[in-house]
């Protein structure tokens, strides 16, 4: 694909499959970092592939996991210039270009989101979170910062066990930290303020998508009028998704339900392992984006305005 046999795309490929890069926000950082590396290490002499590569690539980058609309969105808006560019070395700079403003400004969203979010949280706020969200984390330590989390609760989240990450880095910065089994959030909703998650992808109509369990969550949130908030930047929103019920979510395999060592003992067990679920909006507070809380009727023309018409059309070999 790009000539290298293990180049940037097959690696970043291999590393979202294995989940050693995981999570929305990475995943589609990851994505449009291999693709800007692919434009600029790309052959000058010869660049009359370049666009079928780049294809290829987006292909070959959006197979490894169909749920988090991060990686879509940030292949499309890496290689957005395809639509107008026909010179080849101007596209490869373009894609090498918005390829670096995406990293960046991504990055620079999970701090904004920070700030904003940790601006709901009530003082001396027990927080309860879920799997491990860099943009809900970022608010958290924002809110520890100014002294209105007293405590985060986070569940361990299987079978990744995700939540086990969010407790070392959280008691790393000092925050005090308890870590329960998913199956005790509901037990435990009375001791808690506030609940922060991620978002894998935020529909039209504003339902949510983030890990298997957080609609469980929300139900138990709404049945105890504790506040439900996701905190997301705007490229976790989907353009074409209108309800949960039009978004894939990814069954991964049963080894991660049961002891990869014992699968064969549970013979006639039918394991399934599903790894996100929906949590339809109206159980959702707020979403918390870098431009701050934005309501459900406002995700049109974020959408429309983040992805200039024709843009997705243009894109409907993806
Ligand atoms: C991770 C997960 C996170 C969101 C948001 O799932 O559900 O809540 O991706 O994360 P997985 P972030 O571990 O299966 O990728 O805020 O870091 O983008």
Same mark, same amino acid.
């Given at each position: 694909m790009d000539g290298k046999g293990s180049g940037p795309i097959e690696r970043t490929a291999d590393d979202i499959l294995s989940m050693r890069v995981r999570g929305a926000g990475r995943i589609g950082r990851a994505a449009s970092r291999a693709l800007g590396e692919l434009a600029s290490d790309y052959d000058r002499g010869n660049l009359g592939n370049l666009s079928y590569d780049l294809m290829e690539a987006a292909s070959a980058l959006l197979s #490894?996991? =169909?749920? *988090?609309v991060s990686l879509r969105n940030a292949i499309i808006l890496t290689l957005s210039g395809m639509v107008s560019l026909d010179d080849p070395e101007e596209l490869r700079e373009d894609v090498f270009k918005r390829s670096r403003d995406f990293v960046s400004h991504s990055e620079d969203f999970v701090s904004i989101i920070g700030r904003k979010g940790a601006a709901l949280i009530p003082d001396d706020a027990t927080v309860l979170t879920h799997c491990n969200s860099s943009a809900a984390l970022s608010a958290i330590y924002e809110g520890f910062r100014l002294g209105k989390v007293r405590r985060v609760i986070n569940t361990e989240t299987r =079978?990744?066990?995700?939540g086990h990450i969010t407790s070392r880095w959280l008691a790393r910065n000092g925050v005090p930290v308890t870590m329960i089994v998913d199956s005790a959030v509901n037990h435990i909703? %009375?001791?808690?303020d506030i609940v922060m998650v991620g978002a894998d992808t935020i529909t039209r109509c504003g339902d949510l998508i983030n890990k298997i369990g957080t609609s469980q969550i929300a139900l138990s949130a709404g049945e105890n009028s504790v506040s439900f908030h996701t905190c997301a930047? #705007?490229? %976790?929103?989907? =353009? #074409? *998704?209108? *309800?949960?019920?039009d978004v894939t979510i990814e069954d991964r395999g049963p080894e991660e339900v049961a002891d990869p060592l014992k699968v064969e003992d549970m013979e006639g067990v039918d394991l399934r392992n599903p790894v996100f679920d929906v949590t339809p909006a109206?159980?959702?507070d707020s979403m918390i984006t870098e431009r701050g809380p934005i309501s459900q009727e406002e995700i049109g023309i974020l959408m429309d305005e983040i992805f200039p018409h024709g843009l997705i059309d243009h894109f409907s070999w993806l």
């Open positions: #490894t996991r =169909p749920t *988090a =079978p990744w066990r995700q909703m %009375k001791d808690v930047e #705007t490229y %976790k929103f989907s =353009p #074409t *998704a209108y *309800a949960g019920a109206r159980f959702i």
